[in-house]
């Protein structure tokens, strides 16, 4: 089992700036590549990235390309996703997630090819 917690959702203006965390626990032996995922009321969950288990190698989707970034701390066993530039259409619940079955593929956007998901946290974007 790998537990996942989220956390650093806020509320913030139109061009401002948000870094969620992503911290892993219980099988972090593991390996695992970590994706995010977000998901705005009456819409459905939406892929945002992905990072591998090694390799500096990131996948974006085109919605947030060249705005967000995925790095990760191996030691602490956090993933972060840095949002700038966010706008209101970035307002949505966002979430992590563990695919410990191809920890090492870098294109996987779909959510159901993840094992393990964290419960939310919310990013509001006001103009």
């Known amino acids: 089992q790998v537990q996942l917690a989220e956390s650093g959702g806020g509320l913030v203006q139109a061009g401002g700036s948000l870094r969620l965390s992503c911290a892993a626990s219980g099988r972090t032996f593991s390996r695992y590549a970590m994706g995010w995922f977000r998901q705005a009321p009456g819409k459905e969950r939406e892929f945002v990235g992905r990072?591998?288990?090694?390799?500096?190698?990131?996948y974006y989707a085109d919605s947030v390309k060249g705005r967000f970034t995925i790095s990760k701390d191996a030691a602490k066993n956090t993933v972060f996703l840095q949002m700038n530039s966010l706008t209101p259409e970035d307002t949505a619940v966002y979430y992590c997630a563990a695919d410990i079955r191809s920890p090492f593929s870098v294109h996987q956007p779909l959510a159901g090819a993840y094992e393990y998901w964290g419960q939310g946290t919310q990013v509001t974007v006001s103009s």
């Open positions: 990072i591998p288990w090694i390799g500096g190698l990131t």
